[in-house]
Structure formats: C-alpha cells, structure tokens
C-alpha cells in the first residue's frame, strides 16, 4: 500500500485559495489519488479523484504532476464552514481497503 | 433519498458486555464496508460485505468481532466482551457496484457510530 504524508494541520481566512499538498513517494502504476473531507461528528465525504495532471470540479481542484509522487489539493476561497479534516488517499486495488492516515486539519478563521 | 444511516450514533457499554452496530446502505446499494476510527486518527478498513456473504474480513481483528448483512434488514457490526481499547468510531460506507481498481468514490459513508466502553 502506499504510505502518502499530509501536514497535520493548515490555517487559512476566509475567501483564500487553501493548496494541501499530499507526498505519495511509492505511489503505484494502476493507483488513483483520491481525496475526502471529514467533519467532525461526520463519516468521510469524498471531495476530488484523479490520476494524472489536472482535475477540477465544482469543490475543488486537484494537481498532480508527471511524476505523481506528489498531489496538491487546492480548495478555492475557503468559508469557515470548510473547517475540517482532509484526507489523501492512494488506491490499491479494490480501493475500499485504502488506509485512512491522520488527514491534515484544516481551520479557517474569520 | 436516504444516506446511509447508522444507529445508535452512539452507544455506551461497560468492559464484558456486548455492543450490535446496525448500518442500513443506501437504497440500491449492495455492497457494505466496516471502518474504524480511533480518536485523533484516520480510518481503518475492517470488513467489506455482500448480501448474506463476507467478501473481505482481514481488518477485523481476530476475535470477539463479527459482521453480517442479512437478506433482509441492515448490516450488523458485533463486539462481544467488549474492552476499553474498542472504544472509537464505527463508520459504515456502502456502495452501489462492487469497488473496482482504484476507485474509491463510489462509497458513501454514514455518521457513525460512537462507542465508549467504561
């Protein structure tokens, strides 16, 4: 499985540009990257998925560069309401068995 | 439409009893996954279900814990003679299709379940 490594905890304000960025140094050929938000009290929500380069959606985008063994997850104009934990994940095959690490925790102040 | 749900969000047992989890997947859903989460830590994979079939126990420690999903009704995580150290969050994910190769996003998670064990 690969081990990824996130920073344990990020500040931001309200209205920035967030940028987590996830180390995955022994990511494998077939892995996915993917991302999930966690509120307290809450199960995991997933947020973003991608494999190579660039992935946007209507939450977030994702960067991912040629050599994969990193991923940066970039969180647009932030609210306080995007205060949680964030996870990054690399999938091995049958992607439910991937590891949960301590995710980075994320606290935007007004 | 309904999430998945789990209840008793939470539960309070003392060391030797039993603790039942119940986890009813979302409607359509076929496929069902045990996590647990220790305080201050992420999620661990416990046990993935079919209907009436155990597809993937290796997370599920060896003794004391069980799961089922029945036919009918919702899936069910038991711990028998409960200790302190099982005390943390249950998540329950379900999914529609099986999970492929390095996708995770079809799974969509419930509340939780808290369980405290005095």
């Known amino acids: 499985l690969a081990k990824t490594t996130q920073p344990i905890s990020m500040d931001s304000y309200e209205g920035q540009e967030v940028n987590i960025t996830c180390s995955h140094n022994n990511i494998a050929t077939n892995d996915y990257i993917t991302w999930y938000q966690q509120f307290p009290s809450q199960g995991p929500r997933f947020i973003i998925q991608g494999y190579k380069t660039k992935v946007t959606n209507e939450v977030a985008s994702l960067f991912i560069p040629a050599d994969r063994k990193s991923s940066t997850l970039s969180l647009p104009r932030v609210s306080l309401s995007d205060t949680a934990v964030y996870y990054c994940?690399?999938?091995?095959?049958?992607?439910?068995?991937?590891?949960f690490g301590a995710g980075t925790r994320l606290f935007v102040k007004a | 439409n309904a999430g998945v749900m789990q209840n008793p969000r939470h539960l309070v047992r003392r060391r030797g009893q039993e603790a039942r989890l119940r986890c009813s997947p979302m409607k359509g859903h076929s496929h069902v996954y045990w996590y647990r989460q220790l305080p201050e830590e992420g999620l661990k994979f416990m046990v993935y279900l079919q209907k009436e079939n155990i597809i993937d126990e290796s997370g599920m420690p060896k003794e004391r814990f069980s799961a089922e999903f029945p036919k009918e009704g919702p899936s069910i995580l038991r711990i028998q003679q409960v200790v302190r150290g099982d005390s943390a969050a249950y998540f329950c994910?379900?999914?529609?299709?099986?999970?492929?190769?390095?996708?995770?996003?079809?799974?969509?998670f419930g509340p939780g379940t808290r369980l405290t064990v005095l």
């Open positions: 994940l690399v999938g091995d095959t049958g992607g439910f068995k991937t590891i």
């Open positions: 994910a379900s999914s529609e299709l099986p999970p492929a190769e390095g996708d995770t996003d079809t799974q969509y």
